[in-house]
């Protein structure tokens, strides 16, 4: 009896994580879902009507969903790598014994300890027209830039906004990685001869495969789900050039109503997202 009653402790201890996870992550999933096989009739008074897979369908052949998937691919496919590169220097970069860098750590954290709300209203502010950032470029005699209002440079600021946000939060999990190994391997390395490059290709970086393939699963995660700077900053503008699948998803629901094409949105993007994490986590498997 008394082997029973310790088989079932472990349990109950993470019981209540399980019932928040359960509560607050997945029943709005399954609510999503529900959601996204409906359509909602204003001649009816806002009833409820059933369509089954017809909202999938008709985002099958909407462009500017379309164009909202591609726009959030591309996204992905610079700000994650570029994130994850920052990151990591900045993490070698604080990793150094020298006097003060405590105190260097700590400025590198301002930008997280600051609401994304807040950063996003000074970033608008910097950007303006006639914003510090044009302001300093005018000191090199170089000619105002749109900077969110251009097709051009608009997704290229929303991806400068979330990494000056996104890059010392990661930097904390891989400063936590480098720091975790033994300084006997180093010293083990050069004493084989090992220059810097080979410790960091053959030593560094295939002990912190763990870490860099957590960040890069969960900064894949976050920036997927990006949502408040483009809402704050461009509303998916110029042309739809920052339209990410969530604020596509945000506008068809919450601007025009239509909360099941929204619903099937979200749940089409969380099947990219779930197949893209499948990948990561294949690539940095434990061999």
């Not at 700077?229 to 050039?241: A, D, I, K, N």
């Amino acid at each position: 009896m008394l082997v029973k009653r310790e088989r079932w402790t472990p349990y109950l201890f993470i019981l209540p994580a399980l019932l928040i996870l359960g509560v607050f992550r997945f029943w709005p999933i399954v609510i999503g879902l529900s959601e996204s096989f409906y359509s909602i009739s204003f001649l009816q008074g806002g009833a409820k009507v059933f369509t089954g897979l017809d909202n999938y369908k008709s985002l099958l052949g909407d462009p500017v969903f379309i164009k909202s998937v591609q726009v959030s691919v591309l996204f992905n496919l610079i700000i994650n790598p570029l994130q994850i590169l920052l990151s990591l220097g900045l993490a070698f970069l604080v990793n150094q014994r020298v006097r003060g860098v405590e105190f260097f750590r700590s400025i590198y954290l301002i930008p997280v300890a600051i609401s994304i709300n807040v950063s996003s209203l000074l970033w608008k502010l910097i950007l303006d027209d006639s914003g510090m950032a044009n302001g300093i470029l005018s000191l090199f005699e170089i000619g105002k830039q749109p900077f969110l209002d251009s097709t051009s440079q608009a997704l290229w600021s929303i991806i400068g906004i979330a990494s000056w946000i996104g890059v010392p939060f990661w930097m904390l999990f891989l400063l936590a990685g480098l720091q975790g190994i033994p300084a006997q391997i180093y010293e083990a390395a050069e004493m084989d001869g090992a220059n810097g490059m080979t410790k960091l290709f053959r030593v560094t970086l295939p002990l912190m495969r763990n870490s860099i393939g957590f960040v890069l699963i969960a900064d894949t995660i976050s920036n997927f789900l990006l949502f408040v700077p483009v809402y704050m900053l461009t509303q998916g503008g110029p042309e739809l050039s920052t339209n990410l699948v969530m604020y596509e998803a945000y506008r068809r629901g919450m601007i025009y109503g239509d909360f099941g094409t929204s619903a099937a949105m979200v749940m089409m993007q969380l099947c990219i997202v779930i197949f893209v994490v499948l990948i990561q986590s294949y690539l940095f498997r434990e061999k």
